[in-house]
Nanobody
Framework: QVKLVESGGGLVQAGDSLRLSCSAS????????MAWFRQTPGIEREFVGA????????FYADSVKGRFVISRDNSKDTVSLRMDDLKPEDTAVYYC??????????????????WGQGTQVTVSE
């Protein structure tokens, strides 16, 4: 069982930056893929970004590409999401997720076994 705990959410204005962190209860070096998803009420959970443990390959949703950066620090067992130039449409609960199987499609939440409790990000006009 892997426990994930997110932190760093908050209320910001459009154009501001935030950094989300996800702390894992196990070695992130042993987790094949870690990702961030987000969800707003009434809408399906949306892929934001993911990072592989091998090679550090990253993946991003088109809506955040160029503004968000995902990174992992295996020495601290954390994954971070740096979010710049935030927009009101980025408002959501952001979830950290971990996949225990290799070579999954990182954009699909069904492949992720472990989830954090979520952290709220609110971007005002």
């Amino acid at each position: 069982q892997v426990k994930l705990v997110e932190s760093g959410g908050g209320l910001v204005q459009a154009g501001d930056s935030l950094r989300l962190s996800c702390s894992a209860s196990t070695r992130t070096a042993n987790i094949y893929t870690m990702a961030w998803f987000r969800q707003t009420p009434g809408i399906e959970r949306e892929f934001v970004g993911a990072i592989r443990s091998t090679g550090g390959t990253t993946f991003y949703a088109d809506s955040v590409k160029g503004r968000f950066v995902i990174s992992r620090d295996n020495s601290k067992d954390t994954v971070s999401l740096r979010m710049d130039d935030l927009k009101p449409e980025d408002t959501a609960v952001y979830y950290c997720a971990a996949a225990s199987r290799p070579n999954i499609r990182p954009q699909d939440p069904q492949f992720f076994t472990y989830w954090g409790q979520g952290t709220q990000v609110t971007v005002s006009e």
